[in-house]
């Protein structure tokens, strides 16, 4: 039987300028996203009924209807008119509930793996409509690399990006809740703009690929809200300061903290460091490729 697996990309937001709540309960945001190098496998096999599993066990993700892979598959199935199901199976490298868009991540690579088993040469346009209206980031899954988020996030244009990064990735044992952030950012920033301004020296540094002033430029407004959600992230914020005064982010919406480096053996030397200190972290490069087919047969 034909199965296809594609491989989708986790995101940071190396930017992440959160605005008003809007009336369809999201927030404008002005992000830079960029894919970095910790994935998703999402398989797929047709099936008469839809059903999803994973490779190995993972706590926080639905293995039923729930779960935004079967969710991509049935609105795909829906934008073209077709009665057809699919048995999903995603092996999961990105965090779950860690800000680094694992469930978009799968909502993306199954729109592309079924596309692909179904032969259905869907638009990238079409493509990208639907994935918006799964997620605020799978639009952005889709298309990897960086590029700045606009709308709630769906609305995705690639940047030029000259760097070539590594970020060592600080893993949290809990997840964050998505919602419960952008819920708290209101009660701290009731009054956020409209629309929030475009970070122009970020893009422009992108362009040179200077690491450094990239670094200086990372911002993310859900900092603060995750911080009060999360007091214990304080500590390891100050901890990975100590090491790197410039390149330290929150991932989204957290709780995963970054570290940014240009020097692979710095970014080993760091690993090495917090794994001494009893943190759990990993390396990631940026940019890397949005969601692709990785086998067909
Ligand atoms: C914060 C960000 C930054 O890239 O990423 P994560 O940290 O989740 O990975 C995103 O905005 C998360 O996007 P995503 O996880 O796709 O969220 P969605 O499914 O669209 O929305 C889930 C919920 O998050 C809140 N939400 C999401 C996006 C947005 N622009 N404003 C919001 O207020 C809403 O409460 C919404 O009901
Ligand atoms: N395939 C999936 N993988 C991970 N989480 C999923 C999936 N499908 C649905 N979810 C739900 O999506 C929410 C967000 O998960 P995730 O994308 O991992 O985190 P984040 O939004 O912080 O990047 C979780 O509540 C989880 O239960």
Redesign the pocket.
């Known amino acids: 039987m034909t199965q296809v697996t594609v491989r989708a990309p986790a995101?940071v937001?190396l930017h992440?300028g959160?605005g008003g709540?809007r009336p369809d309960?999201?927030?404008?945001?002005a992000?830079v996203?960029q894919a970095v190098g910790l994935y998703d496998d999402v398989t797929v096999v047709e099936s008469d009924h839809w059903a999803v599993g994973l490779t190995e066990p993972a706590d926080g993700v639905p293995l039923d209807d729930d779960n935004i892979a079967i969710r991509a598959g049935k609105a795909l199935a829906a934008h073209h008119g077709i009665d057809r199901a699919a048995r999903i199976t995603i092996a999961k490298g990105i965090p779950v509930m860690?800000?680094?868009?694992g469930?978009?991540a799968d909502a993306a690579a199954s729109l592309l793996a079924l596309d692909r088993l179904w032969d259905l040469q869907t638009s990238d346009d079409d493509l990208l409509r639907i994935a918006g209206r799964?997620?605020?980031?799978?639009p952005f899954a889709l298309l990897g690399g960086t590029a700045l988020?606009t709308g709630?996030?769906?609305i995705v244009t690639p940047v030029e990006d000259a760097s070539s990064v590594w970020w060592v990735v600080v893993l949290s044992d809990d997840g964050l809740s998505?919602?419960a952030?952008?819920?708290h950012f209101d009660e701290l920033v009731p009054d956020a703009p409209v629309e929030p301004p475009v970070p122009d020296a970020l893009v422009a540094a992108l362009a040179t690929g200077y690491t450094d002033e990239i670094g200086d430029l990372l911002a993310n407004d859900?900092w603060a809200a995750a911080r009060d959600l999360r007091p214990d992230l304080v500590d390891v914020e100050v901890r990975l300061r100590t090491l790197s005064p410039d390149g330290v982010l929150l991932?989204?919406?957290?709780p995963t903290l970054l570290v940014l480096h240009e020097d692979v053996e710095e970014a080993r030397t760091t690993v090495a460091e917090l794994t001494e200190q009893g943190l759990r972290c990993t390396l990631a490069p940026g940019p890397v490729a949005g969601a692709h087919v990785v086998t067909y047969g």
Do not use: Q
Request: charged share 10%; no cysteine; glycine share 24%.
């Open positions: 995101k937001n992440l959160v709540l309960g999201k927030h404008a945001l992000t996203y860690g800000g680094m868009a469930g978009s799964l997620g605020s980031d799978v988020g709630h996030g769906e998505t919602p952030v952008y819920a859900l991932s989204g919406s957290g």
